[in-house]
T-cell receptor, first 111, second 113 residues
Framework: EDKVVQSPLSLVVHEGDTVTLNCSYE??????LLWYKQEKKAPTFLFML??SGIEKKSGRLSSILDKKELFSILNITATQTGDSAVYLC???WGFGNQFYFGTGTSLTVIP | NAGVTQTPKFQVLKTGQSMTLQCAQD?????MSWYRQDPGMGLRLIHY???????DQGEVPNGYNVSRSTTEDFPLRLLSAAPSQTSVYFC????????????FGPGTRLTVT
């Protein structure tokens, strides 16, 4: 059975800390892995990864995919209270537009 | 550009009633999808479409129908509402250009009593 598992389920850190969020997957016909940020409303896109070992960066956020070990990590450095959100991992599979989502990691950043 | 719009924002139904959740996008995206989000379950794909006239089932299609007569619109119909369909529903669209980035609508919070 295909699955996407995120860990930890929740995390509380202080401003300035660095966090690493994990996403492991077992999905047939893998095409890509995506990360989203959800703040009490619709998810917003962060990264899409298709190739192993190539880091994607956007400001303090970065992500990498390992297609051999079937996982991805999302790093956030120098966390801010505005980073508080649920971070979702999604795996696209099949011939297009089919996604499995993980249950998310809830990140709380306290001042 | 309005992006992806959904109506209504909130809805309360009685068991057995039917209704249609509306979704529209103005970005000329070929791909559109409907998800439901329940606490502790993440987002689950209900139905999706890869173009006008083409729809297919996702993970949890039972109790829902869709159609895609135009590129812009992708309504989701609840045939006979059940309490198990209480959820937040998101519509999403994406271009067919290999990026596969999905743009989500603001969501519809549905309660079935």
């Amino acid at each position: 059975e295909d699955k996407v598992v995120q860990s930890p389920l929740s995390l509380v850190v202080h401003e300035g800390d660095t966090v690493t969020l994990n996403c492991s997957y077992e999905v047939t016909n893998f095409r890509s892995l995506l990360w989203y940020k959800q703040e009490k409303k619709a998810p917003t896109f962060l990264f899409m990864l298709t190739s192993s070992g190539i880091e994607k960066k956007s400001g303090r956020l970065s992500s990498i995919l390992d297609k051999k070990e079937l996982f991805s990590i999302l790093n956030i450095t120098a966390t801010q209270t505005g980073d508080s959100a649920v971070y979702l991992c999604a795996v696209e599979w099949g011939f297009g537009n089919q996604f499995y989502f993980g249950t998310g990691t809830s990140l709380t950043v306290i001042p | 550009n309005a992006g992806v719009t959904q109506t209504p924002k909130f809805q309360v139904l009685k068991t057995g009633q039917s209704m249609t959740l509306q979704c529209a996008q103005d970005m000329n995206h070929e791909y559109m999808s409907w998800y439901r989000q329940d606490p502790g379950m993440g987002l689950r794909l209900i139905h999706y479409s890869v173009g006008a006239g083409i729809t297919d089932q996702g993970e949890v299609p039972n109790g829902y129908n869709v159609s895609r007569s135009t590129t812009e619109d992708f309504p989701l119909r609840l045939l006979s509402a059940a309490p198990s369909q209480t959820s937040v529903y998101f519509c999403a669209s994406s271009p067919r250009d290999g990026s596969y980035e999905q743009y989500f609508g603001p969501g519809t919070r549905l309660t079935v009593t």
